[in-house]
């Protein structure tokens, strides 16, 4: 009995996306050769099924260090090298688990602050460069932090100056950690107006969930939150290869 084909239609329902989507994948590399009918239909197999919905679940971001690991693995699924495409797998999997790794190392250190920590104590009051300096800043981004309302610095009233102190700085440096492990400015400073309102608040949850009238704009916006889900979208992937891999190997290697 001849093996049974599937069409383009079929593969797109069976996917829940547009036929145009399976026929993107394919132009990508992302499906492996797809053979055709004499009249020209495609004509699918169960492996392109496997296959694309591999694609389909692996390409949707946002991606976590960027989206070249994810499309490579997808990659060489499709060129039949569905071990190299799980090694790729697991190293993205371990990639999303080092950014959530920061990401909680950078709440951590924002709570320790938030409970009355101090990371400075020098009486001294820095200027604008010397800040920078220290925090290995540019005086531009430190102004745009308080521009953008994160922190209100004091100015010396005889010439006007921005005077950093201890308080000041300590705030930086938590403003600094938490955008170096990816958290929004958006998150950030909806995270600080609530501190600074009830200083017995819970940051972490203020740090990933937008008020009602927030424009999500960002995945820094839910930074914890879509490192979670991709966390176990990786997961997800690794669990459809090693599908593949076991309709491959056939029953002789159970």
Request: charged share 25%; with cysteine; glycine share 6%.
């Amino acid at each position: 009995m001849p093996p049974k084909f599937l069409t383009t239609s079929k593969i797109a329902q069976a996917v829940n996306v547009h036929p145009n989507t399976v026929r993107y994948y394919e132009q990508c590399g992302y499906l492996p050769q797809i053979p055709r009918t004499p009249s020209g239909y495609r004509r699918f197999s169960e492996t392109h099924l496997d296959q694309m919905r591999l694609a389909h679940l692996a390409l949707q971001g946002p991606f976590p260090g960027g989206r070249s690991l994810v499309e490579s693995l997808v990659k060489k699924s499709a060129a039949n090298d569905l071990g190299g495409a799980l090694e790729l797998a697991f190293a993205y999997l371990a990639r999303v688990r080092g950014e959530l790794i920061q990401a909680d190392a950078a709440i951590e250190f924002l709570e320790r602050w938030a409970q009355g920590s101090m990371f400075d104590f020098s009486d001294a009051q820095l200027r604008i460069k010397d800040t920078a300096r220290l925090l290995d800043l540019t005086p531009d981004m430190l102004r745009n932090w308080e521009r953008n309302g994160l922190l209100s610095v004091p100015r010396d009233p005889s010439n006007g100056y921005r005077q950093y102190g201890a308080d000041e700085i300590g705030r930086l440096r938590v403003i600094r950690m938490l955008r170096l492990a990816g958290y929004s400015m958006m998150a950030v400073l909806r995270m600080l107006r609530l501190f600074d309102q009830d200083r017995q608040a819970d940051l972490r949850q203020a740090l990933n969930t937008p008020l009602s009238d927030d424009d999500i704009l960002s995945a820094g916006d839910t930074w914890h939150s879509t490192l979670k889900a991709q966390e176990r979208r990786a997961l997800n992937i690794i669990a459809q290869l090693e599908t593949m891999i076991d309709k491959r190997r056939g029953p002789k290697y159970a």
